[in-house]
C-alpha cells in the first residue's frame, strides 16, 4: 500500500513538472519566436464580405481593426515592444475599380511603379505584389508590403500584408497565405 502511494505521488509530481514546463516552453524566446510560435499554433478564422462575398482568411491571434469602409476587412496584431514601442502587422481586404480591363496587367505595372516596387503575373486575373513603404515625405519606412491582387466583373479583390521588414521570417506564413489567396472558394 505504501509502494502504491508513493509510485502515485511521484507520477503526480512528473505529471505536474511536465505540464509546468510545457505551459512555460516559450516564455524566454525572443519577440520574433513567439510571434512565429503564435501564428504556427494560431487557428485560422474566415471573414466573410457580405457586400462583395469574397473571404479572407486570419489567424486567430489578430483582431478585428478599423476598416476603410464598405467592402472592406482589416485584422491586426499589435504587440508592445520593449522601450515603449508597438509593432503592428495588418492584413486587410477590400476592392478597388479596375481602370483598364483590355489590359489589368499594364495597370498592375502602373501601380507596381508608382510603388518602387515588384508586381508577378500568375494570371490573367492574378498578380502579386511587393515593396517596401515609404513615409508621405518619400522616406523608406521600415515595413513592407506583400498584396494579391484578382480581378473579377472589373473589380481588382485585394488582400494585403504588412508587417516590419525584421519580421519577414517570423509572418512568412502569412505571406504564403496572401500569395495563395482565393477570395471565392
Known amino acids: 500500500m505504501k509502494k502504491a502511494v508513493l509510485v502515485l505521488i511521484v507520477v503526480g509530481v512528473l505529471i505536474a ?3 509546468h514546463r510545457r505551459e512555460h516552453a516559450h516564455d524566454k524566446d525572443t519577440y520574433l519566436e513567439g510571434l ?3 501564428l504556427a499554433c494560431a487557428d485560422w478564422q474566415v471573414h466573410r464580405d457580405a457586400t462583395y462575398g469574397y473571404e479572407m482568411r486570419y489567424p486567430s491571434c489578430f483582431i478585428p481593426a478599423e476598416s476603410d469602409g464598405e467592402g472592406a476587412a482589416r485584422y491586426a496584431y499589435v504587440e508592445e515592444l520593449p522601450m515603449q514601442s508597438v509593432c503592428y502587422i495588418t492584413l486587410e481586404s477590400g476592392t478597388l475599380e479596375c481602370k483598364d480591363t483590355l489590359d489589368p496587367y499594364r495597370e498592375m505595372r502602373r501601380l507596381s511603379d508608382e510603388m518602387s516596387g515588384v508586381c508577378l503575373k500568375k494570371s490573367d486575373t492574378e498578380y502579386l505584389m511587393s515593396c ?3 513615409s508621405r515625405d518619400a522616406k523608406v519606412t521600415a515595413y513592407r508590403l506583400n498584396a494579391k491582387y484578382v480581378l473579377r466583373q472589373k473589380l481588382w479583390f485585394v488582400e494585403t500584408l504588412i508587417y516590419p521588414e525584421d519580421f519577414a521570417p517570423a509572418v512568412s506564413r502569412l505571406v504564403k497565405e ?4 482565393q477570395p471565392f472558394s
Request: charged share 45%.
Open 17 to 19: 513538472v511536465f505540464s
Open 36 to 38: 512565429e510560435y503564435r
Open 132 to 134: 517596401r513603404l515609404r
Open 178 to 181: 496572401v500569395d495563395e489567396w
